[in-house]
């Protein structure tokens, strides 16, 4: 009895998660629907000339970055924007990432005073670039990424920040089109993110995504619906809420005043970006502060996404090490109204959806089976209930694909049916490893990992690698 | 309200959705449906999607062909261009082509655009079309094309509903370059939200130095006026200074003394463009300002006069207590013609900050490395080898190029 009532409460709650996303998913259309009306019409090349755009400094953390470093900085340099400075921060990188860039851009050394806001390790030396470009390379202590952004942060010059890294490749216009969002609401505005999109498989010239394709191996693909699920179908109806639980590592945009106040980024945090993400909600809802949260879902930037399964289980494992310590610094917003919209919809969310959600589907890999086995499943009733979620699940990987066709990617008949395809597939295998592995990242060895240990193979080289 | 029984009756009540079996089926089937139609319309859309993509490509590329043959020859074609006007593919292959073309050509596609009847057909749209994206479209084309016949229209979009119908009906006022209009513009920044009033602003610039009259105008009549909204005048400092144009100087000279942080900030930051050798005084007087960020523009501003009375007012900045100050005012005498002698002396100065500004300058313009070349070569002077011992001692910026230089 028992165990058939934990059965059948299992799988209704697999439902109650899918159908949320669904709802998020819809909600996500609809938001689209006018945020690509709006984008239409506004123009975006007319700021280009406009100097009310405020400026913006790009930190680009650095760790042996020495393949790709130069080809990153000179992408980042094509960018249309009025006007930024690119500060690269090397956090006492062990290869020739410094004179590589000291080598490429004629950078010297100069006495730069800079404001500590955020405490960081210590910074050993400041370059800029004796070309006519606005380039600064720190160079510091080893302290981690996020130690690398705090310490980019207090040298940047500018009131606005770009948290990015060192692979991600960005559309031309993506930094002025985060920016509109700023432009059209300074004062309530403090944060912008970007779509993530993975780079493998693509074809990147120059600095550029020229053409975008399905990646050939199945652990890229699953992880581009994963992406697009995330990036298309629900971060947009977040952003409406101003529920935006996270902006991504990859790319986003602070005011670097309010960075400031909440202190930066926590160093040796497995999850910075969406500790940073709510400490800037908590903060400004607990002063009482107006502010916006926003999502840029035209603002595109590539980045390349693991494409072997242990580098692909680490990384996954050290995101929900980071989310199951989120989870724990911020349980007082969970459903607390005095964090409107983010503690009452955005956190419960991630907590039901990315925290609560495995463990639940963990538990029924073995209450199911045993119920079943001594004949207390109600089969009628649980075969349905595991029908309806993974179908469900699938059409929410149909419906963000089918939000995605608004960039016209992936039009082929072979990779239209590949990405079709695996929506259904997906659920058999790749889910239930996923689910395994965040279970496993509430056991064992949680010590800090500073960088992840992502291969790279650079920006440039990425199309027709294998 | 779950069955005791696992094998029993289905129809009751089974689980916490308070559904029974054959309501779960029936979800189910549905869902079935819904999931294998949905996955062939996206195909199918997607499919769709590529031929279209690819059918407007190829319209596109025979419209590129056409214009650029019609403007190679300097001709427009006898037979008749039915069609070309109504089609998004044509209009944005031929609005593409203005963005690119001057002269005779220029004039060839004019003739088109008369022959095509165009600047109506985009006038009746934006005016009867009820889709907002098509009157937006035909009002971003009309800006492009604008006259002063569709002057009248432009005035009346500027107090539309739509945020983005006012913005494009103040540039095709830009366009149209009629001063008149530009009190009209004024008028709508006042009560538009504070990005709006910036684009608007940037449209501003467009009018040239058509526009500076009103604008000063505006700005010597809002100083006195405590309702006047200071971002609004900031903007019109930024757009005089954007100008460029030495008629706005007297506003701005004015604006240098106002009490408005804001104001004396953009105006000196405009004098630098928009002011003559006699906004030096003006200029050097905002050099003492309590704000830094006036104190910073000044500096930048002076730079760009080459003033002589500048020279020792900008070498006493170098020890100003704001860093941006030091580095605009060590900048400001780099491009100064008699700037670097005062640069050089300041490496000798008594305040480490004075001697770092002035450092990073003359390391950042080649004076320190061209110093030690020529002492390298035997040809250095007394004053090259002052430039180089004082860059070494300093220990500050730039010393470790100096010292890879010094071997």
Request: net charge neutral; glycine share 8%.
């Amino acid at each position: 009895m028992i165990l058939n009532l934990l059965s059948i409460l299992i799988l209704t709650y697999a439902v109650v998660i899918e159908f949320s996303i669904l709802g998020l998913g819809v909600g996500s259309g609809l938001a689209l629907r006018r945020d690509r009306y709006v984008a239409r019409f506004r123009r975006i090349e007319d700021l280009l000339s406009s100097d009310a755009v405020p400026p913006v400094s790009i930190i680009v953390p650095a760790y042996n970055e020495e393949i790709g470093i130069t080809e990153s900085i000179r992408s980042m340099q094509m960018l249309k924007y009025p006007k930024i400075e690119i500060v690269v921060v090397n956090d006492g990188s062990t290869d020739a990432t410094l004179a590589r860039l000291i080598e490429a851009f004629r950078m010297v050394e100069v006495t730069m005073p800079f404001r500590d806001d955020i405490a960081t390790e210590p910074i050993t030396a400041i370059y800029e670039s004796m070309l006519p470009i606005p380039l600064v390379v720190v160079d510091k202590v080893n302290g981690g990424k996020a130690d690398a952004l705090n310490a980019g942060t207090n040298v940047a010059q500018y009131p606005y920040v770009l948290l990015t890294d060192a692979d991600v490749v960005m559309d031309e216009f993506c930094v002025l089109r985060a920016m509109r969002h700023v432009v059209e609401d300074r004062v309530r505005t403090v944060a912008v993110g970007g779509n993530i999109r993975p780079a493998n498989g693509c074809e990147v010239a120059f600095g550029r995504v020229v053409e975008a394709k399905v990646p050939e191996k199945m652990i890229e693909r699953v992880q581009l619906l994963e992406y697009l699920r995330s990036f298309v179908a629900s971060r947009p109806a977040w952003s409406r809420m101003n529920a935006l639980t996270l902006i991504s590592g990859a790319f986003g945009i602070f005011r670097r005043e309010t960075l400031a106040e909440v202190g930066g980024m926590v160093p040796g945090h497995l999850g910075e970006d969406l500790d940073l993400t709510m400490r800037i909600h908590r903060h400004m809802r607990r002063n009482k502060r107006p502010y916006r949260i926003t999502y840029a879902p035209d603002c595109v930037a590539w980045t390349e996404v693991p494409s072997s399964t242990p580098v692909l289980r680490t990384q996954r494992i050290r995101w929900h090490r980071g989310l199951l310590r989120a989870v724990r610094d911020f349980r007082g917003m969970l459903l607390n109204p005095r964090y409107g919209s983010v503690g009452m919809v955005g956190w419960p969310a991630q907590f039901f959806i990315e925290y609560l959600a495995p463990i639940v589907e963990f538990a029924g890999w073995f209450v199911l089976p045993i119920a079943f086995l001594l004949g207390l499943l109600n089969v009628a009733v649980a075969l349905p209930l595991i029908g309806i979620a993974l179908l469900v699940g699938a059409i929410n990987s149909l419906l963000a694909l089918y939000l995605d066709e608004v960039y016209g990617y992936f039009n082929s008949p072979t990779e239209a049916a590949r990405l079709i395809g695996l929506a259904f597939t997906e659920n058999f295998g790749w889910r239930q490893r996923t689910v395994w592995w965040r279970v496993r990242s509430m056991f064992g060895n949680r010590k800090r990992q500073e960088w992840g240990n992502m291969e790279r193979v650079g920006v440039g080289n990425l199309a027709g690698r294998e | 309200m779950l069955h005791p029984e696992p094998w029993g009756d289905r129809e009751r009540p089974v689980c916490p959705l308070m559904l029974s079996p054959s309501t779960l089926l029936t979800v189910l089937a549905a869902l079935v449906i819904v999931a294998v139609v949905l996955a062939i319309a996206l195909f199918f859309i997607k499919l769709v999607h590529r031929r279209r993509i690819r059918a407007i490509g190829v319209r596109r590329a025979h419209y590129i062909g056409a214009l650029g043959e019609l403007v190679a020859r300097n001709a427009l074609p006898m037979s008749s261009l039915t069609g070309w006007g109504d089609d998004p593919v044509f209009l944005e292959v031929l609005f593409d082509f203005l963005t690119i073309v001057t002269g005779d050509e220029r004039a060839t596609l004019d003739r088109l655009i008369e022959r095509l009847d165009l600047p109506a057909k985009l006038a009746e749209d934006v005016r009867g079309s009820r889709r907002l994206r098509k009157r937006l479209q035909a009002l971003g084309y009309l800006v492009e094309i604008a006259d002063e016949d569709v002057e009248d229209l432009f005035l009346g979009c500027l107090d539309d509903d739509v945020v983005e119908v006012r913005l494009h009906a103040a540039r095709g006022l830009a366009r149209v370059g009629n001063p008149e209009s530009v009190g009209k513009i004024l008028d709508r920044m006042e009560h538009e939200e504070p990005w709006v009033a910036d684009r608007l602003a940037d449209v501003l610039v467009g009018y040239g130095p058509a526009a500076v009259p009103a604008l000063s105008q505006y700005l010597l009549l809002s100083q006195f006026d405590p309702r006047r909204d200071a971002e609004l005048l900031r903007d019109i400092t930024r757009v005089l200074g954007l100008i460029g144009d030495l008629s706005a100087e007297p506003a701005l000279l004015s604006m240098v003394e106002a009490d408005e942080r804001l104001l004396r900030i953009g105006a000196a930051s405009a004098l630098g463009t928009a002011g003559t050798p006699a906004s030096v005084p003006a200029l050097l007087q905002a050099l003492e300002d309590p704000d830094w960020r006036v104190r910073a523009r000044a500096a930048d501003s002076l730079g760009v006069f080459s003033d002589p009375r500048a020279i020792e007012p900008l070498g006493i900045a170098l020890r100003d207590r704001a860093w941006w100050v030091r580095q605009d005012a060590a900048k400001a005498l780099a491009n100064h013609l008699g700037g670097e002698a005062r640069l050089i002396e300041a490496l000798g100065d008594a305040d480490p900050y004075a001697r770092d500004a002035a450092l990073h300058q003359l390391g950042l313009k080649g004076t320190v490395r061209d110093a030690y070349r020529r002492i390298e070569a035997g040809t250095g002077t007394e004053l090259d080898q002052r430039i180089l011992r004082a860059a070494l001692e300093s220990g500050a910026p730039n010393s470790a190029e100096l010292s890879e230089l010094a071997g």
